[in-house]
């Protein structure tokens, strides 16, 4: 069946980085859109970042420039690179396939001083 494992958050000071993962299962990620999506206390989950089965890849507009995200197909796992993290981006990250029904635990940054 499907899985999603999302890993690697955690709490860093304003400006640092982080880099997090997903490792997938039941489904080979190269094959479809993939993307990581935050959801804020209070706010709903928004798409951050997105990389189709070509590799075309998608920003929202508040982390371009500073995400990056990327595939490694050998392995099957999501990662999304975090640059220059800002308070705003505090949330609980999940990755997702948008045409499988099926969201991992997701994994929690948190950006603060």
């Known amino acids: 069946q499907v899985q999603l494992a999302e890993s690697g958050g955690g709490l860093v000071q304003p400006g640092g980085s982080l880099s997090l993962s997903c490792a997938a299962s039941g489904f080979t990620l190269e094959y479809y859109v993939v993307g990581w999506y935050r959801q804020a206390p209070g706010k709903e989950r928004e798409l951050v970042a997105r990389i189709s089965a070509g590799s075309n890849t998608y920003y929202a507009d508040s982390v371009k420039g500073r995400f990056t995200i990327s595939r490694d197909n050998a392995k099957n796992t999501l990662y999304l690179q975090m640059n220059a993290l800002k308070p705003e981006d505090t949330a609980v990250y999940y990755c997702?396939?948008?045409?499988?029904?099926?969201w991992g635990q997701g994994t929690q940054v948190t950006v603060s001083s």
């Open positions: 997702k396939a948008p045409s499988i029904d099926f």
